[in-house]
């Protein structure tokens, strides 16, 4: 028998993130119907359902997946968008434990940088690690990230700043798809920091970059983007510029970790090349962000880095809201100065520390996520889209970004399996 669609999801509130005037989007309905791994039609409360079970292939209730009361009325559980975690760096060689206790001693990231510790530490151990280390490593971080409900995660290179390992990086975070239900996006972040190889040489080490490591990773279709680190203890405007105008011969996407421990306007720089988006940004100018408006590039905010170095500049969060410019949420997930492996924790923090609220963030780690990754395919629930959701035992969506380690998903359906 051919079936109409190959899942009915039912019974169900649905928290769409689209922008329809309802808090968290949601939608008048209780059902949700899939087809070939995408959405393919909502059921409307006034349709007769019974007519719709015969379309279907295989039917779920979703109150039977979480306990219900005789004494109470039938409780519905809420169904989200997949979370998208879009900036991470969940790749590496080793850890960087012995930095949380310099620091707890007083060091500063940029003292630690300085002596040849934070990035270029682990860039020396990843290195060193082959590919089945750090991919068994790798998917002991994201199945972290995919227990919270993460279908889709950014993962960039930048810890090996040579060729090899390089190359190294994003061919195991690709693989990552063959291990878990979860969509790899990758991104090329040789401009991370300077290798030692190439100490006191800055500008031949971005030489290097687009006139050997970027062509090459491009042709290996290894990279879905291109990053860079422009700041005082990484490069200047100048500099990645020249990145930001390699990527373009290639036909990649960029984006920035800009104005994280100073206003270098990188952010600037970043949406004139038309940058999909423009991460830390702790030190963004208010009258820079017009010009992010302007160019549809999403400012994602790390509140796992801004937390974890005990920082006090917050990112303007107030002037974004005013300007419309999509916030997203990440975890940042790496070894030195965010080794978060919590897109929940994230959410919340972006609520404590950055006074975002519940609807913002959770609309952060999904539509915005989304977009900040140049992906219109997902991050909310809507006809046409992937079927990446996650179904919740909450009573309102603000749960999930108020109790910390509180919630995992009860069902996550990643391209409408159900996994």
Known sequence: MDYQYDTLIYNVRIASMQDNGFPYGELATTAIAIKDGNIAAFISRDASLNDVFEQAHSVIDATTLIPQTEAEPLKLPWLLPGFVDCHTHLVYGGNRAEEFEMRLQGASYVDIAQRGGGIKGTVEKTRRADEHTLLNTAIKRAKRLCEEGVTTIEVKSGYGLDLDTEVRMLRVAKSLEQHLPVSIQTT???????????????????????????????????????????????????????????????????KAHVEQLSDSKGAVLAAKYGALSVDHIEY??????????????????????????????????????????????????????????SILTAINMGCVLFQLTPEEALRGATAHAASALGLQDRGVIDTGKLADLTLWDIETPAELAYCINGHRPVAVFKEGKHV
């Open 188 to 254: 090329y972040l040789g401009a991370h920091a300077l290798p030692n190889e190439f100490n006191d040489a800055p500008d031949k080490y971005i030489d290097f970059i687009c006139d050997e490591a970027l062509p090459h990773i491009a042709s290996l279709n290894l990279a879905d983007a291109v990053d860079v680190f422009c700041e005082t203890i990484g490069f200047s405007t100048s500099q990645i510029e020249r990145v930001f105008n390699c990527a373009q011969q290639y036909g990649l996407p960029i």
């Open 284 to 341: 963004l100018a208010d009258s820079d962000i017009p010009l992010l408006a302007q160019n549809g590039t999403v400012a994602v905010l790390l509140p796992g880095a801004f937390y974890y170095l005990n920082e006090v500049q917050k990112p303007p969060v107030d002037a974004l809201r005013a300007h419309n410019v999509p916030m997203a949420i990440a975890t940042d997930f790496n070894p030195g100065s965010s080794p978060l492996a």
